[in-house]
């Protein structure tokens, strides 16, 4: 899962029944003839699935040139935004535009006829030379580009308490086995190497996915990945299982995880790492995306001296450095309008949007274009993730996100919780999650 905020973890029933009463409609048909005849709408609907900080962030960086075009936005801020796009859709009420943080429900979609291909729509020679190389392809259906992207995020990434972990005299490990070392030497001052929680209301699960993925990624490589993620490689296939052997290093060793590794699956991601920052620290390590940097995640004493006390390296290599991230990518609904497309060319082919997200306080948005001007960001923190994204070699988006929901979002985030917690050996999780994937 590309991202969650702390107070949409769990689906509310009553926003989908807002859209099925036909509130997502309210003041987006309003438009206006063009020069060219076609339709050039006053007011562009927008919907999204991040929340807090990142939704004022992406207001604050739209507002200014939708006034400027005299183009009003109706910004429907989606907390459970699968089941609200999908009854959007079967009611005949999409919005103009979506920022899906999903690929495999995306596609899904594009399938069903609903969305219009881009290639027509925008400058795709730009955005190939601009984007980080490999995130263009996150939502392609037979060959046909459905959605772009307008944030996005880095999860190869591992935090630490900086002060702590430097006085203690570790260094930053540059390769699995140099990680797992370090590990050891952790564990052996008498203190866990790791801070780990899957627990995400109704998606406790998905950060252990990462987990898995990122292990793919480093070990078998980006083509293993792509095939694995296509259900052409099957997760009980050694490439797959060799990563779960990897992280059971890791997450399931006596001792390597703070709380023991039965408290995985009950910890919250959200909060997972703060034990890091106690006195003394009860880890000195977190696997977890750059949006734990936004307000919510990390304590606010950390947050508010975050160049000081939070350190981050990039996940060591394997025999590969493909770099993990997820995102929001934008999917058209409405063809053929003027201002729609003025609204979808200016959030995805523009390298200067989303300055405003990005600073001057951290709200956990990395712009997706290589030549984003890096000084807009908070924090040195954030700019020092941001040139791993930018300097990498190739990126893929969350695996999950991108498997039909079925495996993606069930069986895989089902399957990472039963093997933690021990409920479930890794020979019968890997059938369990093969035997869930769709047919065709």
Not at 68 to 75: A, C, E, H, S, T
Not at 329 to 336: C, N, R, S, V, Y
Request: hydrophobic residues 40%; aromatic residues 10%; contains cysteine.
């Amino acid at each position: 899962m590309r991202r969650m905020t702390l107070t949409t973890a769990v689906a509310t029933v009553g926003a989908v029944a807002l859209l099925m009463s036909g509130c997502l409609s309210s003041g987006s048909s309003t438009s206006s003839g063009d020069k060219s005849g076609g339709t050039a709408k006053t007011t562009v609907q927008i919907m999204f699935g991040f929340g807090n900080d990142q939704t004022q962030g992406f207001k604050d960086s739209l507002d200014p040139w939708a006034k400027k075009n005299n183009i009003k936005i109706d910004y429907i801020q989606a907390s459970a935004f699968d089941t609200q796009i999908r009854a959007a859709v079967a009611g005949n009420n999409a919005p103009d535009i979506a920022l899906f943080p999903q690929p495999g429900l995306l596609k899904d979609i594009a399938k069903q006829g609903k969305l219009q291909p881009l290639a027509d729509v925008l400058d795709m020679p730009k955005l190939e030379a601009s984007v980080v190389p490999g995130f263009l392809d996150a939502a392609t259906v037979d060959g046909k580009r459905y959605g772009v992207p307008v944030s996005m995020n880095i999860k190869s990434l591992v935090f630490y308490n900086k002060p702590a972990f430097t006085k203690a005299g570790y260094q930053i490990p540059k390769t699995i086995d140099e990680l797992l070392t370090l590990g050891d030497k952790i564990k052996a001052s008498g203190t866990a190497p790791w801070c780990i929680g899957l627990e995400a209301g109704s998606a406790t699960g998905w950060p252990g996915t990462d987990w898995i993925e990122e292990l793919v990624l480093k070990q078998a490589g980006p083509d293993v990945y792509d095939k694995w993620v296509a259900g052409e490689v099957k997760f009980e296939d050694p490439p797959i299982k060799a990563a779960f052997d990897t992280y059971a290093k890791i997450a399931l060793t006596k001792g390597n995880v703070f709380g023991g590794s039965k408290s995985i699956v009950s910890q919250a991601f959200g909060t997972a790492a703060n034990p890091m920052f106690t006195k003394p620290p009860g880890c000195f390590l977190h696997k977890q995306a750059n949006f734990v940097t936004q307000k919510g995640f990390l304590p606010e004493a950390v947050r508010a001296n975050i160049d000081t006390d939070l350190g981050v390296f990039q996940f060591p290599k394997g025999e590969f450095d493909t770099v993990e991230g997820g995102g929001d990518l934008a999917a058209l609904f409405t063809k053929g309008d003027t201002n729609v497309t003025k609204v979808l060319k200016y959030i995805t082919e523009d390298p200067t949007f989303g300055a405003p997200w990005a600073g001057p306080s951290d709200r956990g948005f990395l712009s997706p274009h290589k030549d984003f001007d890096v000084s807009k960001y908070g924090t040195e923190t954030t700019r020092g993730i941001a040139k791993i994204a930018y300097t990498a070699t190739g990126i893929r988006f969350d695996g999950s996100d991108s498997m039909p929901a079925t495996v993606g979002a069930g069986s895989f985030w089902k399957g990472m919780v039963a093997f933690t917690s021990g409920q479930q050996d890794l020979a019968a999780t890997l059938k369990k999650i093969d035997e869930s994937w769709p047919k065709s």
